[in-house]
């Protein structure tokens, strides 16, 4: 949204319901440099740059209409977000609130009649698309729940639950798998759905006749959470054969595949590309796609790449990425003269460093591994999920040849000191752009139970306002 790493913006760590800090307002956003394109800016599901007064709220941060959750989770049925800080039992009776808005509206519970979420906000998405005046561009920012787990508060402890509609549980590949991995089979069947969604936003861009005219961008935040991650992660997610899982620097908390899809503007259709790309390359990228001018840009360090998107390049203008600088360190970058990609992963990120290693998907083995090879598939180069060199970053820095082994599992560090003392180097440069981290503790104030079960901006003038008007939700085909 900025253009800027985490660390540049003191946003390193997302804000847990109940905590007074967000994206701090001097920055300005995607959405809003859009606006000056001309465009029409929508915004349908997760928030998580500040709640804490109206200020930070989507609809003052450029986007024209939005309707979702702001906190990191809600329950696709309720709408209720709990409280997941790391002391809750010492806080109190935070049971979680309702968290559901319409430009900044409450929804009222009568209005939504506990409708699967996901369906929602694609139905939500077919009605802007069904009436949109087609003669202004648009820029919609779809902020899918799925696929997640859910934390929520059950009276005694914090536990982790996937929601999914049965139509989906019943479908072929979930099927596929074997009953005992049960969590395993809700989270392919959160991914039918997620397919549905998209299937669902590109029929109605083609029935409103503005498809071959639009860029379609999809992406994930971060690596998958497996079983065995920490609480706040833990999901029934895969990153085989990669290393470790969200939340970490490895290449299993850090690599995600993306796709970029248009009929008009890309040039080669297709293809996959090995360029480095960061997320906060997307502001730049997508101004300019929108024919922007770049000069109109202030100093930040993402770089445009839509040049090389476009013409289906192999190499874009990037050369180096902080994958992590403050849950522990991570930081990738090509030697000039070989073009060999480093990466250096350093410093403690979970208390528990029992485990380091590789996760096989669930119901999975050597022998039947349910998996189809594409262009975009994972060749570690090594045995898969054997390590060679011992990595354990808390007690030195490791670093990696991903070009040969994208996977982790030499550690060549011991080997390779110029290379090593080079990554260091860059790292500690990178570090002395952080800005203050803005972590703030829970406020007690904010708690749904003083706001009729609500999570409210509580330091706010005005905390509530609501209900939004009940509008029926319905998909572009009933209209």
Request: proline content about 7%.
């Amino acid at each position: 949204m900025t253009g800027k790493y985490d660390f540049q913006t003191g946003l390193t760590y997302p804000y847990a319901s109940g905590e007074p800090y967000g994206l701090p307002l001097h920055h300005k956003l995607l959405p809003q440099y859009l606006k000056d394109l001309n465009y029409s800016t929508f915004l349908l599901g997760k928030w998580h740059l500040g709640a804490h007064t109206r200020e930070f709220y989507p609809d003052q941060r450029g986007f024209d209409y939005w309707l979702g959750y702001l906190e990191g989770e809600v329950d696709p049925f309720h709408y209720r977000t709990s409280w997941l800080g790391p002391d809750l039992g010492i806080q109190g009776a935070v049971k979680g609130g309702r968290n559901l808005y319409e430009n900044g509206f409450q929804v009222a519970e009568d209005c939504t009649n506990n409708h699967y979420l996901p369906h929602l906000l694609t139905e939500r998405f077919e009605q802007i698309i069904h009436t949109y005046n087609s003669s202004r561009p648009f820029f919609v920012y779809f902020s899918t729940p799925l696929p997640k787990a859910n934390s929520e508060w059950n009276g005694t402890e914090r536990v982790n639950r996937q929601f999914v509609m049965p139509q989906y549980a019943a479908r072929a590949p979930v099927r596929a798998m074997d009953n005992k991995f049960a969590g395993r089979k809700q989270q392919i069947a959160q991914i039918q759905a997620l397919d549905d969604q998209v299937g669902r936003i590109t029929q109605a861009l083609e029935d409103k006749g503005v498809l071959d005219n639009t860029i379609i961008l999809f992406m994930s935040d971060n690596g998958g959470a497996p079983a065995i991650a920490p609480l706040f992660h833990r999901n029934h997610g895969s990153n085989w054969p990669l290393r470790m899982f969200r939340g970490t620097p490895f290449e299993g908390g850090v690599r995600n595949l993306a796709f970029i899809w248009s009929k008009w503007w890309l040039k080669r259709k297709a293809i996959a590309t090995d360029q480095l790309f960061h997320v906060i390359d997307w502001l730049p990228t997508l101004y300019d796609a929108a024919g922007g001018k770049l000069s109109n840009l202030p100093e930040m360090s993402g770089v445009s790449q839509w040049t090389s998107l476009r013409n289906g390049e192999k190499k874009g203008p990037r050369t180096e990425i902080v994958a992590s600088l403050v849950r522990g360190l991570g930081l990738l970058a090509e030697e000039p003269s070989t073009g060999t990609l480093y990466k250096l992963v350093g410093g403690s990120f979970f208390n528990n460093k029992s485990f380091m290693g590789w996760l096989r998907t669930e119901g999975t083995n050597a022998t039947h591994t349910m998996t189809v090879k594409t262009s975009v598939s994972v060749d570690c180069g090594n045995p898969a999920g054997v390590e060679r060199t011992a990595c354990r970053p808390w007690i030195a820095d490791c670093l990696f040849d991903l070009s040969r082994d994208p996977c982790e599992t030499d550690n060549i560090a011991a080997t390779n000191p110029s290379m090593l003392k080079t990554m260091q180097d860059k790292m500690r440069a990178y570090n002395a752009t952080a800005g203050p981290h803005l972590m703030k503790p829970f406020d007690s104030a904010s708690n749904p139970e003083r706001w009729k079960n609500w999570w409210v901006p509580w330091m706010d003038p005005v905390p509530v306002k609501g209900p939004a008007p009940c509008l029926p939700f319905q998909p572009s085909s009933a209209i």
